[in-house]
């Protein structure tokens, strides 16, 4: 009886090895991860009052990319983490909503379309629904996978064979729970794949985050080139119809001999052209509506886009002073950058662990009979154990170029990462710079078109008590429409300026949360939430619970 006692503690006692060792675990062999610290510019390069408080964000958001507090792909050689246990993770910004941004209704309706029904979005955060299963495997593969088994074998042993000289018919079952080839992780390389899951997991959500804010922008730059193509559409039949009653005067003088009958070609040509440049301008309508539809995912009914002019459209919150120092480290690209850094610096630390040995364990436990009424009675107990230690001796340098290959590839994420932040300073200063530069446009360009009205006025007046010639009329008058036609094109210059720099400051200047694109990945062991849920969750800018 005794004996039986010990067989079944010595199973148990392998199991809640296993299970202790899975949970207690052992260190990582990555390197300590810090943040890149790229050169940057201490102001934006765009000029003087190009923004209220833009010298201001310059020199704090570069201070904020130099000094962040850096963090932790992984625990380090010396911290052994466990599952379930709070480690160091960066604290993550919270995304702006973009309708802090947005302010125009008919815009903001558009956008609350695109979010639920776009098909590139719906992929993007699909990708984070695979990333997040990526990442749930390779943190299963912390603990034993634990099966139940049963099996049932009868054969025939042959007379030739038989000890006895004649054959006979044998039965074997056997029914039992166990788990086959556990990796006990002492040198955390499960630990840092798992690590390297998740990172990865976390660049595909902001790189999701990436594809909404582009789409955001890119509605309300599709909106907003409807409305002035529709502009341009509205002014291109009303030049139209000046022509055509400009026509019928000159036709008239003509047949009481004032005009002459180059006047006539002239006036007709007038009207030619007028009647092409509302054909493209209705053409162009139509092409922004499919385009419009398209960034939608549903088609545009008339009621979607009620504005015809961009002065019906309210223009975009203007850029507040103070702007907070996170507004570049926020942008998705960067954060996706900086998590597929994280990710190479987790697979160091599996290159790494291929140097030391890796401890298997094999055990299962459960009841073994020939009959199968005796499978589950007292005696019919089974059990084994079966640890293996494997230790690399001989690769011929494979583990080495392993290390160095995931060395290499931390370079070369670092360099992309530094690229990415100092890319988002150029977007960033190009876009104020170029809304510095169409205000003043704007101011010239209203200036001209009232200079062309007068000219055109006094050109027809002229024409009319036969002092000047038709074609000073016929050059006034295009320089008049061609004005009206760019002074449409500047204001949409400002309106898209706006977007743009909406989408280069990562979604906006207010620190408000932005609604997650998919629930936060949870990890639990032994009742606790873990850490990488928190990072999770604080990366979509939603609390952790």
Request: glycine share 8%.
């Amino acid at each position: 009886m005794r004996r039986k006692t010990g067989v079944n503690g010595v199973a148990l006692s392998a199991a809640a090895l296993a299970l202790t060792l899975s949970v207690v675990g052992g260190c990582t062999l990555a390197p300590e991860y810090r943040r890149p610290a790229p050169s940057l510019p201490s102001a934006w390069n765009a000029g003087q009052d190009v923004a209220p408080g833009a010298g201001q964000v310059a020199q704090v958001a570069a201070q904020a990319t130099a000094t962040a507090p850096a963090g932790a792909s992984g625990a380090s050689a010396h911290s052994g983490a466990q599952p379930g246990a709070p480690t160091r993770a960066q604290p993550a910004m919270q995304t702006p909503d973009w309708r802090q941004v947005v302010v125009d209704a008919p815009m903001a309706r558009l956008v609350d379309v695109a979010l639920s029904s776009n098909r590139d979005l719906r992929v993007a955060v699909l990708q984070i629904e695979k990333a997040r299963a990526q990442h749930a495997i390779a943190r299963a593969d912390l603990f034993p996978h634990i099966d139940a088994s049963g099996a049932g074998n009868a054969g025939r042993t042959a007379q030739s064979l038989s000890p006895t000289g004649e054959g006979y018919v044998s039965h074997a079952y056997t029914v039992g729970v166990g788990f086959s080839a556990y990796e006990l992780d002492l040198f955390g390389r499960v630990r840092s794949l798992k690590e390297q899951a998740l990172e990865r997991f976390l660049s595909t959500d902001a790189a999701a985050r990436s594809v909404r804010l582009t789409l955001v922008a890119e509605v309300g730059q599709a909106y907003l080139t409807l409305v002035a193509d529709r502009e341009q559409l509205a002014l291109a039949r009303e030049i139209l119809e000046t022509e055509q009653a400009s026509f019928e005067v000159v036709q008239s003088r003509y047949g009481h001999g004032i005009a002459g009958e180059l006047d006539v070609a002239r006036a007709r040509t007038t009207v030619d052209t007028a009647r092409v440049n509302v054909a493209a301008a209705e053409a162009k309508v139509t092409a922004d509506e499919n385009a419009l539809a398209l960034l939608l995912g549903t088609p545009v009914t008339p009621d979607m886009v009620p504005a015809c002019r961009l002065a019906d459209v309210m223009p975009l919150a203007d850029v507040p002073p103070g702007v907070p120092s996170e507004v570049l480290s926020r942008r998705p690209d960067v954060v996706a950058a900086e998590h597929t850094l994280k990710a190479a610096n987790a697979n160091i630390g599996a290159a790494r662990a291929q140097f030391f040995p890796r401890i298997g364990l094999t055990a299962s436990y459960g009841n073994a009979s020939n009959d199968m009424e005796n499978l589950f009675r007292a005696g019919a107990h089974t059990w084994s154990f079966v640890p293996q230690v494997t230790l690399p001796i001989f690769h011929a340098g494979a583990i080495r170029a392993g290390v160095e290959t995931a060395e290499a590839d931390r370079d070369i994420y670092v360099a992309q990462y530094e690229k990415a932040v100092q890319t988002a300073f150029r977007e960033v200063s190009d876009t104020l710079a170029q809304g510095r530069s169409l205000a003043v446009q704007t101011g010239a360009q209203t200036s001209l078109v009232e200079a062309t009205a007068t000219s055109y006025s006094l050109a027809s007046k002229r024409y009319e008590s036969g002092i000047a010639g038709y074609l000073d009329k016929l050059d006034a008058q295009r320089s008049y429409a061609v004005a009206r036609q760019n002074l449409i094109a500047m204001h949409l210059a400002r309106q898209n300026n706006r977007l743009t720099l909406f989408k280069a400051l990562g979604g906006g200047w207010r620190g408000e949360p932005m609604p997650p694109l998919a629930p936060s990945v949870q990890e639990t062991a032994g009742g606790q939430v873990s850490s990488d849920a928190s990072a999770v969750a604080s990366a979509d800018g939603s609390p952790s619970k």
